[in-house]
């Protein structure tokens, strides 16, 4: 069964610096892709970065950059540069090849203050 | 914006009534998963609909069904509701390319906030 976990209820960073947020993961797929999604208050669910099982570099989108580290079942999400907007629910999730359904972590509530 | 609208944004309703939950996709795109978001907690799969044609499952009782129009719009019907039905539904289009998985990219509507009473 596949699996995503999120450690970190609440993160907080303060405006301009980096953060770190963790996802693990765990599936039995060779084939697999591992997104990062983004909620605000208001709800809707923003498409922020997607890596591959097979990819070689780590994603990277603007101020988004994935750690993958696929032997350790990680793609931890790097936000540079915080800013106060980035206050949000953040959410790792994962599909496999033979599955058409995302499967969600618990998410990470980010707080940016200034 | 995803280009992705749903209908209604809130919704009341009483435990035992029905209620229809409305998705439009994106442009172009011809799958529709729909997702149940509980209170604090990650959103779950319900079902997806691909070129009209339901295309996978998640736990949920066959009280939950959808449709899926030639437009590739789509609907999510709950009968018999109850207090744990209580949520944020969340409609999410993608392109459907065979083959195409894990790739393709789910893009999310704003969601429908379900209150039973």
């Known amino acids: 069964a596949q699996k995503i976990t999120q450690t970190q209820p609440g993160m907080f960073v303060q405006e301009k610096e980096a953060v770190t947020l963790d996802c693990t993961y765990d599936?039995?797929?060779?084939?697999?892709?591992l997104f990062w999604y983004k909620q605000p208050s208001s709800g809707e669910m923003i498409f922020l970065i997607y890596?591959?099982?097979?990819?070689?570099q780590n994603a990277t989108e603007g101020r988004y950059s994935l750690n993958f580290q696929k032997a350790r079942k990680s793609a931890n999400l790097v936000i540079s540069a915080s800013q106060l907007g980035d206050s949000a629910m953040y959410f790792c999730?994962?599909?496999?090849?033979?599955?058409?359904?995302?499967?969600f972590g618990t998410g990470t509530r980010l707080q940016v203050f200034p | 914006e995803t280009g992705v609208t749903q209908s209604p944004t809130h919704l009341i309703k009483t435990r035992g009534q029905q209620v229809t939950l409305r998705c439009s996709s994106q442009?172009?795109?011809?799958?529709v998963s729909w997702y149940q978001q509980a209170l604090g907690q990650g959103p779950q799969f319900i079902f997806q609909y691909y070129r009209e044609e339901e295309n996978g499952r998640g736990n949920f009782p066959p009280r939950f069904s959808g449709l899926q129009f030639p437009n590739y719009s789509s609907e999510l019907n709950v009968n018999a509701l109850e207090l744990d039905d209580s949520a944020l539904y969340l409609c999410?289009?993608?392109?459907?390319?065979?083959?195409?998985?894990?790739?393709?990219?789910?893009?999310f509507g704003p969601g429908t906030r379900l209150l039973v009473l």
């Open positions: 999410a289009s993608s392109l459907g390319l065979a083959g195409s998985a894990p790739k393709e990219t789910q893009y």
């Open positions: 999730a994962m599909r496999g090849r033979n599955t058409d359904k995302l499967i």
């Open positions: 890596q591959g099982s097979y990819d070689q």
């Open positions: 442009s172009g795109h011809n799958t």
């Open positions: 599936t039995s797929d060779p084939s697999y892709g």
